[in-house]
């Protein structure tokens, strides 16, 4: 039966639509969040000289004959290529002189002076010790160390990005949805996090033609009705939105240009408002003859949250009107409003009647 395929069509155009854009916008929040407190880096090649257990020691006295330890030193300073080749526990350097500890700047400086003493011949060593203390840079003792094993690639290559200095939207790690410490652009058009929300928002770009295209394909059938306002709007709210993705993180420094780019989301919250306007109120005018086809109660539910909708949308723009919020009271409601609008598309799936 046609109408059955396309209703089949639309509670997975709509389900996809939700998760995918979800998964996009917490997804995004959850990335930046771990790369600014992943702390595991490439652990210094002790294993080469030593047993990560606690309390194993290597020492070597520094001569000239070794460069006074120079050659030690640099090879202390190579780093293993991968995460896991680390010791669960700390190292501590201690240097000393005449069994004395001294501290790394005085050892430079008995090696400078070495040096512009051709007679000078210090008593001078260095002792590596593996500490009863955990080492927090080792991704072995991550609760992610599990999936680490499965794609040590995606690990390794988060401790190449932060080595190399990443400028993301926040140093630390934001909750925006309670504190407005972010807005959505400012955290996802940030590399690397904009591939990921990118490339889901086309994805989504994609399902909501299709979702606008199933509906109106739907209503042609059962009601055979040819021109749906909504479908007109639904489609008008997707184009915007491509444009919206397209532009994010553009550093075109034009104020013409960036009033466009407000101007384009605007434009897509309001035709993306209106289509499930004009389609909730299609739905409402033909709830009993939709009975066959729809679970009446969520189309009530629907009616009643795009009503809400209206009225939140309708009040934010008329704050903002006449008041200059705080910007984390701007953040919060951007945050929150953006991923509520796509309980939309959830009570679209779950509206229509899987048999007929």
């Given at each position: 039966?046609?109408?059955?395929?396309?209703?089949?069509?639309?509670?997975?155009?709509?389900?996809?639509?939700?998760?995918?854009?979800?998964?996009?916008?917490?997804?995004?929040?959850?990335?930046?969040?771990?790369?600014?407190?992943?702390?595991?880096?490439?652990?210094?090649?002790?294993?080469?000289?030593?047993?990560?257990?606690?309390?194993?020691?290597?020492?070597?006295?520094?001569?000239?004959?070794?460069?006074?330890?120079?050659?030690?030193?640099?090879?202390?300073?190579?780093?293993?290529?991968?995460?896991?080749?680390?010791?669960?526990?700390?190292?501590?350097?201690?240097?000393?002189?005449?069994?004395?500890?001294?501290?790394?700047?005085?050892?430079?400086?008995?090696?400078?002076?070495?040096?512009?003493?051709?007679?000078?011949?210090?008593?001078?060593?260095?002792?590596?010790?593996?500490?009863?203390?955990?080492?927090?840079?080792?991704?072995?003792?991550?609760?992610?160390?599990?999936?680490?094993?499965?794609?040590?690639?995606?690990?390794?290559?988060?401790?190449?990005?932060?080595?190399?200095?990443?400028?993301?939207?926040?140093?630390?790690?934001?909750?925006?949805?309670?504190?407005?410490?972010?807005?959505?652009?400012?955290?996802?058009?940030?590399?690397?996090?904009?591939?990921?929300?990118?490339?889901?928002?086309?994805?989504?770009?994609?399902?909501?033609?299709?979702?606008?295209?199933?509906?109106?394909?739907?209503?042609?059938?059962?009601?055979?009705?040819?021109?749906?306002?909504?479908?007109?709007?639904?489609?008008?709210?997707a184009i915007f939105l491509f444009f919206h993705i397209l532009f994010l993180g553009s550093t075109i420094e034009n104020e013409l240009f960036k009033k466009a780019r407000r101007l384009i989301i605007?434009?897509?919250?309001?035709?993306?408002?209106?289509?499930?306007?004009?389609?909730?109120?299609?739905?409402?005018?033909?709830?009993?003859?939709?009975?066959?086809?729809?679970?009446?109660?969520?189309?009530?539910?629907?009616?009643?949250?795009?009503?809400?909708?209206?009225?939140?949308?309708?009040?934010?723009?008329?704050?903002?009107?006449?008041?200059?919020?705080?910007?984390?009271?701007?953040?919060?409601?951007?945050?929150?409003?953006?991923?509520?609008?796509?309980?939309?598309?959830?009570?679209?799936?779950?509206?229509?009647?899987?048999?007929?």
């Amino acid at each position: 039966m046609y109408i059955y395929k396309v209703i089949s069509k639309i509670r997975v155009n709509a389900f996809s639509l939700f998760f995918i854009t979800s998964i996009a916008l917490i997804g995004s929040l959850f990335i930046h969040n771990y790369i600014v407190k992943f702390q595991y880096t490439y652990s210094i090649k002790y294993s080469d000289f030593m047993v990560g257990n606690p309390g194993n020691k290597f020492s070597q006295n520094c001569e000239q004959s070794n460069g006074f330890c120079m050659d030690l030193r640099n090879e202390f300073y190579k780093k293993h290529k991968k995460l896991d080749k680390c010791f669960k526990y700390g190292v501590i350097q201690n240097y000393y002189d005449d069994d004395k500890l001294i501290t790394n700047d005085e050892f430079d400086k008995i090696i400078r002076d070495t040096q512009s003493q051709s007679d000078y011949n210090p008593n001078i060593s260095i002792e590596f010790v593996v500490a009863d203390v955990i080492n927090k840079a080792c991704i072995k003792n991550s609760s992610y160390y599990p999936i680490y094993k499965i794609f040590p690639k995606l690990f390794d290559y988060i401790a190449d990005l932060k080595s190399k200095g990443l400028n993301l939207a926040s140093s630390e790690e934001v909750n925006p949805f309670i504190y407005g410490e972010v807005s959505i652009s400012n955290l996802v058009k940030r590399y690397p996090i904009n591939y990921f929300f990118k490339t889901l928002l086309y994805i989504s770009v994609i399902l909501m033609f299709l979702y606008w295209i199933n509906f109106n394909k739907a209503f042609k059938n059962i009601f055979n009705q040819n021109n749906n306002i909504f479908f007109v709007l639904g489609i008008l709210s997707a184009i915007f939105l491509f444009f919206h993705i397209l532009f994010l993180g553009s550093t075109i420094e034009n104020e013409l240009f960036k009033k466009a780019r407000r101007l384009i989301i605007a434009l897509f919250i309001l035709f993306e408002t209106l289509a499930q306007i004009f389609l909730a109120k299609q739905l409402f005018y033909n709830r009993d003859l939709l009975n066959k086809y729809c679970h009446k109660f969520v189309i009530y539910v629907k009616i009643i949250f795009v009503s809400i909708i209206f009225l939140v949308t309708f009040a934010i723009i008329l704050i903002l009107s006449f008041t200059n919020l705080p910007s984390n009271i701007d953040y919060i409601l951007e945050w929150n409003y953006f991923l509520i609008l796509l309980i939309f598309y959830f009570f679209s799936s779950i509206m229509w009647k899987s048999k007929i």
